[in-house]
Every structure is written in structure tokens, then in C-alpha cells.
């Protein structure tokens, strides 16, 4: 072991906190390097000198000031179980498409009745109307107006009171 | 028998406020001590100590046990002392550059060149117990924070090495430099007569 290896496991040797390969690899070279032992010597005397310094009490009323400044702190509120404001939100956004979601269903029914009742007055509207198949191709088919009339077949002419009763019918 | 840091978190988690009481008896002694062996200013200290604790409080809600209690609160005091240090560097920075010519005097002492000279100097007017403080404040950020771990807390590597974010090894070299440059810094004091060292420190 060289001395540039050593000086990483001395301080877990001299603490006693290397496992006992490492203790005895460190053993071995110190035998045979009087640099390093003399190394390990004043970093024991360093460490005895470093305890010299007493540790600091906290001055009088530290413990007063953090149990103030503990007690200023907001209090947990009804919503305080959840651990983060992204999972809030996506709470909040995933009950609202849930609202939506169990509205939809029943707003599509009442839209369907809705249809289907006025489809069938329009039905009922339209049945009443016999005539209008009649009506509507007639009206459509102008060439007719051009035919000169014959004897034999006299041209088409809708009674005023047909053409009236089919408006108001389809009103 | 006593419940373990992890126990008495977990209680406040649970809303029991007396426990926060406990671990604050606990860990208000070594987390100022510590605080103060960084930042050397015992107002400082105190008051990041207390927002360590804050800190804890208000975390209480998110702490899962998965690491010790201890690494938790130390690695905390860590980050706050760092950034302590760095804002009071950077106040003084700015300092320096607006004052005046004749303040320049007044700060050069700080940077003296003969470290023996300025140890010997320390011995004769100052606390013995200040030396090694700032023998210890010398050190580089990280290297003091292993060192104050290390020797004053006496964690362990594993604990260290995850409040400095860095590997075992690493942190073992880190040590190692740490403790050469306090055994060449506080050769002075090494050898000397054991009733130097009696009675916190004073120099008799």
C-alpha cells in the first residue's frame, strides 16, 4: 500500500469506522512508513485539540421564539389532506367533467323527446295534406303553362281556394 | 422507553405538536452549535436554527421516512448556513467596492500571509477555543461541513456523503484534506502543555 493510498483510509482508521481488511492493510503500512505514523500521531493529537471547543447553548427565550413562529404558521384547512395543488386541481377539473359527464346523458333525452315531438306534429301536419305531392310537381313544371290548350284536354288549373288551403295547411 | 426522531416525526405529521416540542429539545443545542461552528455569528446561527425548524414544521405533511431524521434537519442547516455565507460574502463584496479608500486599511488584515505568525498572534490575545473556531472557519465550505459532521456529530459516512450530495470515497478524501490543513494550521497548539488546554480553552 503506498501513502497516497493510506490517506484515504486513515481517517476511517484512526475513527475506527473501517471494516478490519481496511484496518489491517492500514496497520501494515504504518509499521513500515514512519512519514505516516507520525501522520496518524498529530491527526489523533488534532482531533483531541478540535474537542476542546465546547459546543453553544441557544440563548435564553430560543425555543419561546421557534414555538412563536411555529404557532404563526397557517393552519391545515378542510382541503389540507391533499399533498400537492397539481393533484387539487386535477381533483377539482376530474369532479367537474364527472358533473358534466352524468348531466350529458339527460339533456340528450330530453333532446330526442323534444325531436321526436315535433317531428310528429309536422308528420301529423303533412298527412293532412294530401293533395301537396300533386302541388308541389305542378307548381315545379312550368313547360305546362306553355302547352296551348286542347278540347280534349284542358289545361290544369288549380282552384284558388286549393292553393290557399295547402298554405295555410303547411303553416 | 424514548421514541426514535423517525417516531416523533411521524407524530407530527399526525398533528401532535408536542412531539415537534421534543425533537426541537433535542437537536436546539447541536443544531446551533453547528450552525454557529459555520457561520461564526451567534445571532446568525440562532436565527437560522430557528428556520431550520420552521423549515421541519412546515415540511411535516411531505416527510416520509426514508432517510434518518438527522440527515434531513442537518442537510437543511447545511443548505441554509451555505447560503448564509454566500449572501454575507456577497453584502460584504459590495461593501468593499462602495466604500471608500480609507476602509481598505481596515479590511486587509483579513487576508494575512503568514498563517504560523497569525496563530501565534491569536494565542497571545485571543481565546484558544477561537483559534481552532477559526482555524475551522478557514476551511473550504465543504471540507468544514465534513469536518463539523464528522467530528462534532460523529454521523457516519453514509450520512455525510448524502448531506454533501457526494460519495463515500469522496468524502473520505475530503476529510483527509480537511484534517491535513487543520494539523498544519494548528501546529502551535499540538505538544502543548496539557493545562493550556484546561478550563475552555483560555491560554494560561
Known amino acids: ?171 | 422507553m424514548a421514541r426514535s426522531d423517525v417516531q416523533l416525526m411521524l407524530d407530527v405529521k399526525a398533528g401532535n405538536d408536542a412531539s415537534f416540542g421534543l425533537l426541537l429539545q433535542k437537536y436546539r443545542s447541536p443544531l446551533v452549535s453547528f450552525l454557529y461552528r459555520m457561520v461564526r455569528d451567534t445571532a446568525t446561527a440562532e436565527d437560522l436554527a430557528q428556520e431550520v425548524f420552521l423549515r421541519v414544521y412546515r415540511a411535516r405533511k411531505q416527510y416520509s421516512p426514508s432517510a434518518k431524521f438527522t440527515t434531513w434537519m442537518f442537510r437543511i442547516a447545511t443548505n441554509l448556513a451555505l447560503n448564509s455565507l454566500r449572501d454575507n460574502r456577497y453584502r460584504k463584496m459590495e461593501t468593499s467596492i462602495d466604500a471608500p479608500q480609507s476602509n481598505e486599511e481596515d479590511a486587509a488584515p483579513r487576508e494575512l500571509p503568514a498563517r504560523e505568525m497569525r496563530i501565534d498572534e491569536h494565542l497571545l490575545e485571543r481565546d484558544r477555543c477561537e483559534v481552532i473556531r477559526g482555524a475551522i472557519g478557514t476551511l473550504p465550505e465543504k471540507q468544514r461541513v465534513a469536518v463539523l459532521l464528522h467530528k462534532y456529530e460523529e454521523m457516519d459516512y453514509a450520512e455525510i456523503a448524502k448531506i454533501l450530495e457526494c460519495s463515500e470515497s469522496a468524502l473520505k478524501s475530503l476529510l483527509f484534506r480537511a484534517y491535513e490543513t487543520l494539523r498544519v494550521q494548528l501546529a502551535p497548539l499540538v505538544g502543548q502543555p496539557a493545562q493550556h488546554r484546561a478550563g475552555e480553552g483560555r491560554v494560561s
Not at chain 1, 453553544?56 to 414555538?67: K, L, M, N
Not at chain 1, 378542510?78 to 395543488?85: A, D, E, K, S
Not at chain 1, 358533473?99 to 315535433?118: D, F, H, K
Open chain 1, 1 to 171: 500500500m503506498k501513502c497516497e493510498d493510506v490517506s484515504k483510509e486513515l481517517i476511517g482508521y484512526l475513527d475506527r469506522r473501517a471494516n478490519s481488511a481496511e484496518r489491517r492493510r492500514v496497520e501494515e503500512h504504518l509499521t513500515q512508513c514512519a512519514a505516516c505514523r507520525k501522520r496518524a500521531g498529530e491527526f489523533r493529537e488534532l482531533w483531541s485539540i478540535l474537542e476542546e471547543v465546547p459546543a453553544i447553548e441557544p440563548s435564553f427565550g430560543f425555543d419561546a421564539r421557534v414555538r412563536q413562529r411555529v404557532a404563526a404558521e397557517p393552519r391545515p384547512r378542510w382541503f389540507g389532506f391533499v399533498p400537492q395543488p397539481r393533484l387539487a386541481f386535477s381533483m377539482a377539473l376530474l369532479f367537474a367533467l364527472s358533473v358534466w359527464m352524468v348531466r350529458l346523458p339527460q339533456s340528450n333525452t330530453g333532446i330526442v323527446a323534444e325531436t321526436a315531438a315535433t317531428e310528429s306534429e309536422q308528420f301529423q301536419a303533412i298527412k293532412d295534406l294530401g293533395v301537396l305531392d300533386n302541388y308541389e310537381v305542378l307548381t315545379k313544371f312550368d313547360a305546362l303553362s306553355e302547352l296551348t290548350p286542347t278540347a280534349a284536354e284542358p289545361p290544369v288549373k288549380l282552384p284558388r281556394n286549393h292553393r290557399a288551403g295547402n298554405e295555410n295547411g303547411g303553416a
